[in-house]
T-cell receptor, first 114, second 116 residues
Framework: NAGVTQTPKFQVLKTGQSMTLQCAQDMNHEYMSWYRQDPGMGLRLIHY???????DQGEVPNGYNVSRSTTEDFPLRLLSAAPSQTSVYFC?????????????FGDGTRLSIL | DQQVKQNSPSLSVQEGRISILNCDYT??????FLWYKKYPAEGPTFLISISSIKDKNEDGRFTVFLNKSAKHLSLHIVPSQPGDSAVYFC???????????????FGRGTQLTVWP
């Protein structure tokens, strides 16, 4: 049981490049979400999903796309990387959101945009 | 507009004493409140939660108190240990409602340092 797995752990991009941050969970969790953590800002929600084919925007969605084609995977796409997107990105999941379940987090992807 | 606030960025406590971390919120419709603990280079780990219909929940050394009239919650750690040194995030859940899926709102975190 691997829990929530994020890849890569580190990435350096140039401004304008695109990339996909991967997130996978093996717990058959319905609810998945992406957060970014910046110094002094806590965790801010980017996008989230309550099941395959259902996604919604969070607090800071601009510049990011998501899709949920399977229960297990919830990739986050940066369309055209900007220095303001330098951050640590966390993926989280929980079995259900309608019934309260605390979210499990991955160990993060540290992304630097030059 | 922050709906969950942790006004103390840091707290330093001696080993064996009580640590009290505070959190304030503005949305009276939150139905659950959670505390997460985060070590450097790791993801946040769930610590303890409380339903909005309760005023206290205890799990070993950790107790969360909820004061709904003041829109305030606190996490008590007794006794504090050096391994408790980490960033603690307060979070609150807005329940699914109509077309809104529901989500967690996080505070900015409090760095707890427990010294020997």
């Amino acid at each position: 049981n691997a829990g929530v797995t994020q890849t890569p752990k580190f990435q350096v991009l140039k401004t304008g490049q695109s990339m996909t941050l991967q997130c996978a969970q093996d717990m058959n969790h319905e609810y998945m979400s992406w957060y970014r953590q910046d110094p002094g800002m806590g965790l801010r929600l980017i996008h989230y999903s309550v099941g395959a084919g259902i996604t919604d925007q969070g607090e800071v969605p601009n510049g990011y796309n998501v899709s949920r084609s399977t229960t297990e995977d919830f990739p986050l796409r940066l369309l055209s990387a900007a220095p303001s997107q330098t951050s640590v990105y966390f993926c989280a999941s929980s079995y259900s959101f309608s019934r309260f379940q605390p979210q499990h987090f991955g160990d993060g992807t540290r992304l630097s945009i030059l | 507009d922050q709906q969950v606030k942790q006004n103390s960025p840091s707290l330093s406590v001696q080993e064996g004493r009580i640590s009290i971390l505070n959190c304030d919120y503005t949305n009276s419709m939150f139905d659950y409140f959670l505390w997460y603990k985060k070590y450097p280079a790791e993801g946040p780990t769930f610590l303890i939660s409380i339903s909005s219909i309760k005023d206290k929940n205890e799990d070993g050394r950790f107790t969360v108190f909820l004061n709904k009239s003041a829109k305030h919650l606190s996490l008590h750690i007794v006794p504090s240990q050096p391994g408790d040194s980490a960033v603690y995030f307060c979070a609150a859940r807005s329940r699914p409602r109509g077309s809104t899926l529901g989500r967690l709102y996080f505070g900015r975190g409090t760095q707890l340092t427990v010294w020997p």
